[in-house]
């Protein structure tokens, strides 16, 4: 039961111009939302997060959009670099208490920015 | 660099055999969480423990364990080992409240021959 999808395994993108990375989920008790980014041979990297009581978050050229009438996120980047070519990981929380917490995790989108 | 550290980085061993992932959390973080990543699938989440205690299990198989030390190191034990068990490991950590992020380690990858 996939409760986080990434539909779409990869993206080419030109330099310059914006990426958007989408992102579903079926899980209505999600509350918190994460997008990380995976180079070959390193661990996800947390790029930008988002509560379920808002809609938008930005942070420099990342902004996470999100859509819970339509359980859905996703992330733009603005303008996207080369350096941006990575795997971008969609992640929920679900289970959360003050001490215990566990994110579930969409099986990624490869992003190729050219040049 | 996350400030989580995870040895080894790599590890070749053979069915049947045990391993133990080592896993050191970001100086502060009181939670250390273990997820799996096989060929091309996303992250499955493992175990968390918070402060030495276990908060929250997944999709953990029996043959494997986990525990955090007083100074809050993790490991995590797999045993009898499977070749279905090749995977990514990685080790996360974060501050216990709040919506705080996870940060990951580099992970270690295991590959059972």
């Known amino acids: 039961d996939q409760q986080v999808k990434q539909n779409s395994p990869s993206l080419s993108v030109q330099e310059g111009r914006i990426s958007i990375l989408n992102c579903d989920y079926t899980?209505?008790?999600?509350?918190?939302f994460l997008w990380y980014k995976k180079y070959p041979a390193e661990g996800p990297t947390f790029l930008i997060s988002i509560s379920s009581i808002k809609d938008k978050n930005e942070d420099g050229r990342f902004t996470v959009f999100l859509n819970k009438s339509a359980k859905h996120l996703s992330l733009h980047i603005v303008p996207s670099q080369p350096g941006d070519s990575a795997v971008y990981f969609c992640?929920?929380?679900?289970?959360?208490?003050?001490?215990?917490?566990?994110?579930?995790f969409g099986t990624g989108t490869r992003l190729q920015v050219t040049l | 660099d996350s400030g989580v550290t995870q040895t080894p980085k790599h590890l070749i061993t053979a069915t049947g055999q045990r391993v133990t992932l080592r896993c050191s959390p970001r100086?502060?973080?009181?939670?250390v969480y273990w997820y799996q990543q096989s060929l091309d699938q996303g992250l499955q989440f493992l175990i968390q423990y918070y402060n030495g205690e276990e908060r929250a299990k997944g999709n953990i198989l029996e043959r494997f364990s986990a525990q955090q030390f007083p100074d809050l190191h993790s490991e995590l034990n797999l045993s009898s080992l499977e070749l279905g068990d090749s995977a990514l490991y990685f080790c996360a950590s974060s501050a216990a409240l709040g919506n705080q992020p996870q940060h990951f380690g580099d992970g270690t990858r295991l590959s059972i021959l």
């Open positions: 100086s502060g973080d009181l939670s």
């Open positions: 992640a929920a929380r679900g289970l959360n208490t003050c001490t215990a917490s566990k994110l579930t």
């Open positions: 899980n209505s008790m999600f509350d918190y």
